[in-house]
């Protein structure tokens, strides 16, 4: 592998050049720039390849700024988690003392029973089984209430946990999928997710028919997805 840096119109792109084909781009959640190139690629290809992405990356390099990534989660006592739109700081309490995870909204708290000598990974999994938790009991009357808002109802709902998008359907089987990481957010974010995919029952795509759907289901859809992808 041959490594490398150029500058393309002030904007620094690491060059990786391996076996392959062809040439591939990324933007990294830190903001790097890096080109993927086969071994025998002329430099002048490169940059002229990175000039007509140019615009591209700008955008995405603008998003990241006004988005940054999530902090990464070591899932200890002191760390700020959230709930609902809420923050709360995690303390971590023996297995011993507690079974299940307590929250304290007066002292803005959630206590996270673990055992002794636990791994980051094994933390993770207990927080994420309390987030799966707190999104099943909470989606029953908001879906109630979405249901009558859009007047298509699922055959199924069901949760797991997405890296990538908040919810999806599949309109055959009509069966909806939300993300059990929507338990973080304003409870507001849960009810435009379910009237979102509720919506792709009558609408596949995201075409101005589906936004038209949406302007009538859910006015202000614009300002919580903001919302919803800033948080």
Known sequence: MI???????GIKIHVEKKKMKNMYLRVLPT????????????????????????????KKRENIIK???????????????????????LKLYSKDLINDVIVVDEKAVIYLPVKTRTTRDEREKVFIEFYRKEIKK???SFLE???DIVGRAPNEWRVKNMKTRWGSCNVYDKRIWLNLQLAKKDPICLEYVIIHELTHLYEANHGPRFKNYMDNFCPNWREIKKLLNKM
């Open 31 to 58: 903001g790097i720039v890096k080109i993927s190139a086969p071994i025998s690629m002329p430099q002048k290809n490169i940059i002229d390849f990175a000039k007509t992405r140019m615009d591209w990356i700008i």
């Open 138 to 140: 909470a989606i029953p």
């Open 3 to 9: 490594r490398e840096t150029i500058e393309v119109d």
């Open 145 to 147: 209430k979405c249901v």
């Open 67 to 89: 988005n940054p990534p999530e902090p990464y989660l070591r899932y200890v006592s002191g760390e700020i988690h959230h709930l609902w739109g809420k923050e709360y700081t």
